[in-house]
């Protein structure tokens, strides 16, 4: 029984640091020095990339860093009203996904 403890805790402990290490929120001075070292695109671009895939208005946007890859994750609602996700390599502007929210 004891060790069942100490084997769940450790999987329990182990996969919620691998989450923190797999996604990690940038920060907006982060991103600015990001974007002057020519790392990622401007944020403009990058919208303009989300609304050429998907037309609408933009409601939020985030960036985050997958497995050492910046994603600029940006949230459209459409004309009527539906919600979409875009996902954005943030150094080059490729779409990496593009889907209707949940």
Not at 49 to 62: E, H, Y
Request: aromatic letters at 6%; a negative charge.
């Amino acid at each position: 029984m004891k060790n069942a403890i100490l084997l769940t805790s450790a999987l329990f402990f182990g996969l919620s640091s691998a989450a923190v290490m797999a996604d990690d929120d940038v920060r907006l001075d982060e991103a600015n020095s990001l974007i002057e070292q020519g790392t990622i695109k401007q944020f403009e671009e990058l919208n303009q990339k989300a609304l050429s895939v998907q037309p609408g208005t933009i409601t939020d946007t985030d960036l985050d860093k997958h497995y050492g890859r910046y994603v600029y994750q940006v949230e459209i609602k459409d004309a009527q009203g539906q919600e979409w996700d875009v996902d954005l390599d943030a150094s080059n502007g490729e779409v990496l996904e593009h889907k209707q929210d949940d």
